[in-house]
T-cell receptor
Framework: DQQVKQNSPSLSVQEGRISILNCDYTNSMFDYFLWYKKYPAEGPTFLISISSIKDKNEDGRFTVFLNKSAKHLSLHIVPSQPGDSAVYFCAASVYIWASNYQLIWGAGTKLIIKP | ETGVTQSPTHLIKTRGQQVTLRCSSQSGHNTVSWYQQALGQGPQFIFQYYREEENGRGNFPPRFSGLQFPNYSSELNVNALELDDSALYLC??????????????FGPGTRLLVL
């Protein structure tokens, strides 16, 4: 039972264009979402996050949009650069107990930026 | 500021053996979470430690255990290794606050192969 789904295993985008990575979730109790980037042989690197009280958060070339009614979020990268080629994970934070939060992860989308 | 470090980077064990993986938290962080990432999947939450106590656990059997030390470093121990335990083990540190959704910062991981 996947609570966080990234339905595209891979995405290929031309350098300079916009990359849009999508993520769907099923649990309406999720209230904080994060995107991580992962290169081979490295741990995930935090990119950007969004709280459920917002519908958009921007940080440089990265923007995350949250549509709570559709239980959908997306990460936009503009413009895409060769160094953006990596696996991108969407994660949702869920409250367990006593201020303890667990991350529930999607399976990842491999982004390939073509020169 | 020192990031999250893990040791060893790679490890080969045989079925039935025991293994200990180590993690040093990022400076100033008081919470450590451990994840297992199988090939082609997102990380799966194993457990979390806060102030030297286990503070949440995912769907992993008791042969997965851990420790957190006063300096907030941590160990993951796995007993009676099985072939399916072969995976990348990720450690993440964060600073526990009362604010919803804490951002976790990851180490490079330990690649475990069980033969």
């Amino acid at each position: 039972d996947q609570q966080v789904k990234q339905n595209s295993p891979s995405l290929s985008v031309q350098e300079g264009r916009i990359s849009i990575l999508n993520c769907d979730y099923t649990n309406s109790m999720f209230d904080y979402f994060l995107w991580y980037k992962k290169y081979p042989a490295e741990g995930p690197t935090f990119l950007i996050s969004i709280s459920s009280i917002k519908d958009k958060n921007e940080d440089g070339r990265f923007t995350v949009f949250l549509n709570k009614s559709a239980k959908h979020l997306s990460l936009h990268i503009v413009p895409s650069q060769p160094g953006d080629s990596a696996v991108y994970f969407c994660a949702a934070s869920v409250y367990i107990w006593a201020s303890n939060y667990q991350l529930i992860w999607g399976a990842g989308t491999k982004l390939i930026i073509k020169p | 500021e020192t990031g999250v470090t893990q040791s060893p980077t790679h490890l080969i064990k045989t079925r039935g053996q025991q293994v200990t993986l180590r993690c040093s938290s990022q400076s100033g962080h008081n919470t450590v979470s451990w994840y297992q990432q199988a090939l082609g999947q997102g990380p799966q939450f194993i457990f979390q430690y806060y102030r030297e106590e286990e503070n949440g656990r995912g769907n992993f059997p008791p042969r997965f255990s851990g420790l957190q030390f006063p300096n907030y470093s941590s160990e993951l121990n796995v007993n009676a290794l099985e072939l399916d335990d072969s995976a990348l083990y990720l450690c993440a540190s964060s600073f526990r606050t009362s604010v919803l959704g804490e951002t976790q910062y990851f180490g490079p991981g330990t690649r475990l192969l069980v033969l």
